[in-house]
C-alpha cells in the first residue's frame, strides 16, 4: 500500500516567518495531494491540496509543490501568524483513499 | 464544501459494550470514508461506506469488529463493536464531493474504559 513520510515532526517558527513541511509518498498511482490542518479537539480542515497533473497551486499564505517524478511534495506558509500553530497533515491520495503521513506540529512564537 | 454533523460528540464506554457513530452530510455525497486517530497519532483509513452494499474494509479492519451502514447518500453510520481499551480514539467521517475534495465531520472522540 501507498506509505507516506512527513517531516519534520515539530516545527517552531517565529510570527511573520515562513514554515515548510515536507512529504514524500512511495506509490507513484497516487493522484491526489490534499493537506489538512487539525485544531486541537477539532477534525482535520482542508486548507488545500494539488493534483498529479499541477506541479504548484497557491492560495493567500499558502503554496503547495509537487515534483511526481521524485514522488515529494511541500507546503509553504509564509507570513505565519499565531492562527497558523496547529498540526499540519500532508496525504496522498489512490481511488480517493487517503494514506495520511505522521503529521507536523507547528508552533508560531509571537 | 459539505456540512458534515457527527454523533455523537464524544461518549465513555464500558469494556465488552458497543457504540455505533453517526454520520450525516447535508447534500448527496459520491463518497463517504470511516477513518480513526488513535491518541496523539494520524489517521488510518477503516473502510469505505458503499451505498446500498457492504462496506469495504482495509488490511486490518473486519466487519465483524467495525459494521458499517449506508442505506442512502447522505447518512452512514460505523458500530465499534465487543470494545476494549485499545479502540479508544477518535472516528472520523469523511465525505467525497463532485470535485473530488474530501472532507471530514468533527470526529466522535471514544474512550474505553
Known amino acids: 500500500g501507498e506509505n507516506v513520510e512527513q517531516h519534520p515532526s515539530t516545527l517552531s517558527v517565529q510570527e511573520g516567518d515562513s514554515a515548510v513541511i515536507k512529504c514524500t509518498y512511495s506509490?507513484?498511482?497516487?493522484?491526489?495531494f490534499p493537506w489538512y490542518k487539525q485544531e486541537l479537539g477539532k477534525g482535520p480542515q482542508l486548507i488545500i491540496d494539488i493534483r498529479s497533473n499541477v506541479g504548484e497551486k497557491k492560495d493567500q499564505r499558502i503554496a503547495v509543490t509537487l515534483n511526481k517524478t521524485a514522488k515529494h511534495f511541500s507546503l509553504h506558509i509564509t507570513e505565519t501568524q499565531p492562527e497558523d500553530s496547529a498540526v499540519y497533515f500532508c496525504a496522498a491520495a489512490i481511488d480517493y483513499k487517503l494514506s495520511f503521513g505522521a503529521g507536523t506540529t507547528v508552533t508560531v512564537r509571537a | 464544501s459539505a456540512v458534515i454533523s457527527q454523533k455523537p460528540s464524544r461518549d465513555i464506554c464500558q469494556r465488552g459494550t458497543s457504540l455505533t457513530i453517526q454520520c450525516q452530510v447535508d447534500s448527496q455525497v459520491t463518497m463517504m470514508f470511516w477513518y480513526r486517530q488513535q491518541p496523539g497519532q494520524s489517521l488510518t483509513l477503516i473502510a469505505t461506506?458503499?451505498?446500498?452494499?457492504?462496506?469495504?474494509?482495509e488490511s486490518g479492519f473486519v466487519i465483524d469488529k467495525f459494521p458499517i451502514s449506508r442505506p442512502n447518500l447522505t447518512f452512514s453510520t460505523l458500530t465499534v463493536s465487543n470494545m476494549s481499551p485499545e479502540d479508544s480514539s477518535i472516528y472520523l467521517c469523511?465525505?467525497?464531493?463532485?470535485?473530488?475534495?474530501?472532507?471530514f465531520g468533527e470526529g466522535s472522540r471514544l474512550t474505553v474504559l
Open positions: 506509490d507513484s498511482a497516487s493522484n491526489y
Open positions: 469523511s465525505v467525497g464531493d463532485g470535485g473530488g475534495e474530501l472532507f
Open positions: 461506506a458503499n451505498q446500498g452494499s457492504e462496506a469495504t474494509y
